[in-house]
């Protein structure tokens, strides 16, 4: 049952990669990774109040209007959440995929594709962390809550924006990516495919600190 394996990855990741990155047929994990993202995205964002909308919007939102932009915002975050993972796991394993060929690294795309859907699952974790964190103080949160530098949330420095993006499932996801990457490689290129890997997860995870840091508050 995919939804198991999905349990199961988490803990008990290598009987499970081996099961599942060499299958022919991944459709129900796509279906499965989409619709868990949705209904996670969706109560995450069920937290919005008034204030919060009007300060995420910038437009100044009422109690009269209120329930029509949180249906309207429930709406658009389940269609966003329904397609976006997917494609970010496409462009990943594309990227991944080029630059493992560049240090003459092959392993097929279907596997690295599997890989990356697997490689998700902590990171839906972190939404559902948020969201019980969210139920505990009864307002939403726009930073994770296992963030690894939650210190630096309201530094200004470029440094203190880039490394508050690093969280404890980034860095669980990558372990599991990282696994599957020795399962998939050839036994001559394992470590080297490793280290590009983890390598190319740090440097995005820089850089996707710094744009939400240069963006200020439309980025928070």
Same mark, same amino acid.
């Given at each position: 049952?995919?939804?198991?394996?999905?349990?199961?990855?988490?803990?008990?990741?290598?009987?499970?990669?081996?099961?599942? +990155? =060499?299958?022919?047929?991944?459709?129900?994990? %796509?279906? &499965? /990774?989409?619709?868990?993202? !949705?209904?996670?995205? #969706?109560? *995450?964002?069920?937290?919005?109040?008034?204030?919060?909308?009007?300060?995420?919007?910038?437009?100044?939102?009422?109690?009269?209007?209120?329930?029509?932009?949180?249906?309207?915002?429930?709406?658009?975050?389940?269609?966003?959440?329904?397609?976006?993972?997917?494609?970010?796991?496409?462009?990943?394993?594309?990227?991944?995929?080029?630059?493992?060929?560049?240090?003459?690294?092959?392993?097929?795309?279907?596997? +690295? =594709?599997?890989?990356?859907?697997?490689?998700? %699952?902590? &990171? /839906?974790?972190?939404?559902? !962390?948020?969201?019980? #964190?969210? *139920?505990?103080?009864?307002?939403?949160?726009?930073?994770?809550?296992?963030?690894?530098?939650?210190?630096?949330?309201?530094?200004?420095?470029?440094?203190?924006?880039?490394?508050?993006?690093?969280?404890?499932?980034?860095?669980?996801?990558?372990?599991?990516?990282?696994?599957?990457?020795?399962?998939?490689?050839?036994?001559?290129?394992?470590?080297?495919?490793?280290?590009?890997?983890?390598?190319?997860?740090?440097?995005?995870?820089?850089?996707?600190?710094?744009?939400?840091?240069? /963006?200020?508050?439309?980025?928070?």
């Amino acid at each position: 049952m995919v939804l198991v394996d999905f349990v199961k990855v988490l803990f008990v990741p290598r009987p499970i990669m081996e099961k599942r +990155l =060499f299958q022919e047929r991944f459709f129900s994990m %796509i279906v &499965l /990774l989409s619709l868990l993202s !949705v209904i996670l995205a #969706v109560v *995450s964002v069920s937290f919005f109040r008034a204030e919060d909308m009007t300060e995420a919007s910038g437009v100044t939102i009422d109690s009269d209007t209120y329930e029509a932009y949180k249906v309207f915002m429930l709406l658009g975050t389940g269609f966003m959440a329904s397609f976006t993972p997917i494609v970010f796991i496409l462009f990943n394993t594309l990227i991944n995929k080029l630059i493992l060929w560049a240090v003459r690294v092959t392993i097929p795309f279907r596997g +690295l =594709f599997i890989l990356g859907i697997l490689a998700h %699952i902590p &990171l /839906l974790m972190d939404t559902l !962390v948020r969201i019980i #964190v969210q *139920s505990f103080i009864g307002e939403p949160l726009t930073k994770s809550p296992a963030a690894l530098f939650s210190f630096l949330f309201d530094s200004e420095s470029q440094l203190g924006g880039m490394l508050s993006v690093f969280t404890v499932f980034g860095v669980w996801s990558t372990l599991l990516y990282a696994t599957g990457i020795y399962i998939l490689a050839p036994e001559r290129a394992r470590w080297r495919s490793i280290i590009v890997v983890v390598l190319v997860w740090i440097i995005t995870t820089f850089v996707s600190g710094y744009i939400n840091n240069s /963006l200020g508050p439309i980025g928070k």
